[in-house]
């Protein structure tokens, strides 16, 4: 059998770090490469991730997509490129029609029902027209704050309330999320950049919350959502932030899902740089109340980089098996490791 | 749609439990009762659970299951009658070939492939014959030593160990279980037991090893167990067991799988009595070594009675929608809590 070809497109953090976790996998091959930024462009994946390239067949970056992906040219295509299904969809729909699977990155992909109901429709139907399957995925949304939800409830009888808390660190991040998560700004900045829209903070609380409740049986009615600056009372600095005390040391996410009138899910996620210097542990927490209660933590958080490379990849024979269509993450077998070759999972 | 329509083979602890679940959910109906227990046969189930029949049908427990089950004439048989793949064979049998979808509670079910390949192909070939599903499942075997434990593997690039350990109390259980995890006898007497096989212990370490090494693609060459008696220092007592001080209030079963000749999956599961009463509070634990790694907790575990009840009833929507043929938890999409209507979650 031949091995499963995959085309990235976008060589950031989250595309490269794929490419290194697939050139250590049994079975399978990147064929193609496409990114738009002049550093990488034209040179080899192997000189950009700084790995041998032994005897594996070259694979130059490319910036036009249409030298990349070909119809059928690959088994799927991973794309890294977009936190929103609006400004995603374009790329998505020419990888379906090229006739290949695909896995978004795209933090509202993980459910585009809850914020996107007509594109995601419409990825639905592109799909299934060029018999592919659309996966959107990533360690969360996609796992922590609501397929692992999903997964506890299903030895319940009876749930009451969730609530799903997600204590990280931004400090293993880069430039581009301390913009994004406002690291560093005077709260009076920080206020401005929630109220103009500017501040990006989390992306995900209602996906996760409509994933949830899609898949137990709830009808969400109305989702709110609060952004509140963390405020430092210490000077805290990390590998690419800085907040000076009484500055903006990340953000407090909450959100909240409400059914039949009632606040019935709860979403907690601080991110901040450095929370150690002022006694804050990093973790994922799940309490659900109902019969039996489920009290679940993960200390440390399961770290968000490489889980979200992780999940990607891992999803790969699930979403190559599964039927044409837009798929979510309750629609498919349970995430896993993939420590054997690939081409054992794939069902032809 | 009509409502989906069970048939409950087994009326004790678990099977009765499913009843009292299914009882409270929309959109299903409990259409045949099978029990062999002299004090149920001929009841009314409702008189059995002491619950108001209100305006359901009457539900009378037979002990002939060819009164309950004809072919056809349910979607599913929830089957709570056995331990062991061996024994519950025939019944499996019968029922797929009424052509009714199957689950089974039997702990060797969860993974059959495990200890019985050739019973394992034969009730995969019977199913498919019939065009019905058959899965076995529970909370341990099921979830929380393997489903939970692939899951959580879903977010890691490599992985090189895996710990589960379930720190449980017997203490709900009754006389039958105390029984079968030895509670209260001598160290001699359990020794005994242990050695000549009449100590069942916990059922599912080859499953639950099987079920993880299958899914992450790892080849286990061998499997270890072991069973000691955890023996108390205070008088133990809990509502159908006693173990004075000295004796054995629990076993502490262990097991092993060996990859490439290394221990590479270990399962912890220490069962007792009233363990607070010397400091031990229950729980369940994964520790997965790898990138990245994740330390799970959920405190105190998740009761293992109701666990089980939940995991059957909850699942009946994914095998009633999979392909024909004998599945296991890893095949499925994650379990889920059903707080709507049945009937929405059934593809027809």
């Not at 749930?159 to 997600?166: D, G, N, Q, S, Y």
Request: aromatic share 4%.
């Amino acid at each position: 059998m031949d091995n499963v070809r995959v085309v990235i497109w976008g060589f950031g953090a989250m595309g490269s770090g794929m490419a290194r976790m697939l050139l250590k996998k049994k079975g399978v091959d990147i064929v193609g490469v496409c990114d738009m930024d002049p550093n990488k462009v034209g040179k080899s994946i192997f000189e950009v991730l700084g790995i041998d390239k032994e005897n594996r067949p070259e694979v130059i970056i490319k910036e036009n997509v249409e030298e990349v992906l070909t119809e059928k040219c690959c088994d799927i295509c991973l794309c890294a490129t977009d936190s929103f299904t609006k400004s995603a969809f374009p790329k998505l729909k020419y990888a379906l029609e090229k006739k290949v699977n695909v896995i978004s990155t795209a933090e509202e992909m993980s459910y585009p029902y809850a914020q996107s109901p007509e594109l995601a429709k419409e990825l639905h139907n592109i799909a299934k027209e060029n018999d592919v399957t659309i996966l959107g995925t990533g360690i969360n949304p996609g796992l922590i704050m609501d397929l692992l939800v999903v997964c506890l409830t299903g030895c319940m009888i009876d749930v009451e309330h969730i609530e799903a808390k997600r204590v990280n660190s931004l400090s293993p991040f880069g430039p581009a999320v301390m913009e994004e998560q406002g690291v560093g700004l005077t709260v009076e900045v920080f206020e401005k950049g929630v109220a103009d829209g500017t501040l990006a903070g989390h992306v995900g609380f209602p996906e996760s919350i409509q994933m949830i409740a899609k898949a137990i049986g709830w009808e969400v009615e109305k989702i709110e959502q609060q952004m509140k600056p963390i405020i430092t009372s210490v000077d805290r600095k990390s590998p690419f932030g800085f907040a000076k005390a009484g500055d903006v040391a990340g953000v407090n996410m909450t959100g909240q899902g409400y059914v039949n009138g009632e606040i019935k899910i709860d979403m907690i996620h601080p991110q901040q740089i450095e929370p150690e210097m002022e006694g804050t542990y990093t973790g994922d927490y799940i309490t659900i109340k109902g019969t039996p209660e489920v009290n679940m933590s993960i200390k440390p958080e399961v770290e968000g980089g490489l889980g979200t490379i992780a999940m990607c990849v891992n999803m790969i024979p699930h979403v190559i098996n599964a039927d044409p269509g837009l798929k979510t993450m309750i629609d498919l077998p349970v995430p896993r490791a993939i420590m054997g070759d690939m081409r054992d999972l794939i069902k032809r």
